[in-house]
């Protein structure tokens, strides 16, 4: 990946290695036909790197579970990665499956949607990228407001572990 490309959009070369441990995990997933649990990668300085495989009972609990834990977690960065489709009118490219990866430097204002566009072969039994990662759009740093259920259930969780 072309850091000089990332870095003009904000993303560290730090930030660009969680996003790229999160897109390993996808692609393994997908290029072997399966459709992928969300998964939400953190790291914190001088410390390993964590990953937190989010299964709930939807995908879009799971992608809120994740921005929930990016707005209470401690790491500085974050890669929420989930499978899903990119029709961005203004990249004027057609709607397609992709892996979207939401992307947050906790220390920074805003966070970015990034996508890798996929293909699923005629068997679909395997799939194949489609070009590069691309920028989507910025997104704000996940905040407690609004999660209202989730929230409650989370600090239970929390509260077990």
Known sequence: MDSKKYW????????????GDALEHCLVAVQGGDSFIPILVGKAQA????????????AEEAI?????????GTNDLYALAYDGF?????????????????AY???????????LRYRLAASARSA???????????LQVPTLAGYGPI???YESLRAEQ
């Open 8 to 19: 003009a959009l904000g993303i560290s070369d730090q930030l660009m290695t969680v996003i």
């Open 47 to 58: 410390e390993p790197t964590t990953y937190m495989l989010l299964a709930t009972t939807s």
């Open 64 to 72: 809120a579970t994740g921005r929930l834990v990016v707005a209470n």
């Open 86 to 102: 990119v029709d961005a009118a203004s990249l004027s490219i057609p709607r397609s499956s992709a892996i979207n990866i939401e």
């Open 105 to 115: 430097d906790r220390r920074a204002a805003r966070g970015v949607r990034l996508a």
């Open 128 to 138: 194949s990228p489609i070009g590069n990662l691309i920028f989507v759009d910025e």
């Open 151 to 153: 929230v409650k259930r």
